[in-house]
């Protein structure tokens, strides 16, 4: 049976939170997770997010199947932090413009830490691994 079937072996839906205050950013995103999710024949559901705020107060855990926070320096790492602390199991991608978060962020277990700028086949193949490890 499919890792993702729901009752009746219906495959349910991975929903993937962008948060971004970037509306390219978030646009690139969303477009390759859909290029991803075809390739792999999942179905994802994905919900952008410009302001922490309003990601907090959608957040739950086990709502999200994967989060990819791109707000940066420590906005995005105490973002990512907090998710973790609330759902051990949210899979999570961090982009930053500097290193400067990255051992902080595999120590709260990020799946993985991308640099700006950030190529289309690097950004595609972390967001393949958030939908397939």
Same mark, same amino acid.
């Given at each position: ?10 495959? !349910? ?17 969303? *477009? ?28 739950? #855990? ?25 759902? *051990? ?27 700006? #700028? ?13 939908? !397939?490890?």
């Amino acid at each position: 049976m499919d890792a993702f079937a729901g009752d009746a072996g219906k495959m !349910t839906e991975m929903r993937i939170a962008v948060c971004s205050a970037d509306e390219r950013e978030i646009a690139r995103i969303c *477009s390759l997770l859909d290029v991803c999710a075809a390739a792999i024949r999942r179905r994802v559901t994905t919900e952008a997010f410009r302001s922490e705020d309003r990601f907090r107060e959608v957040f739950r #855990p086990g709502y999200f199947y994967g989060v990819a926070v791109c707000y940066g320096d420590v906005r995005g790492f105490l973002l990512a932090r907090s998710v973790r602390e609330q759902d *051990s199991g949210c899979r999570m991608i961090l982009l930053d413009d500097t290193e400067r978060y990255a051992i902080r962020g595999l120590r709260i277990h990020i799946d993985d830490f991308l640099v700006r #700028p950030i190529d289309n086949d690097r950004l595609r193949a972390a967001l393949l691994r958030l939908l !397939t490890d």
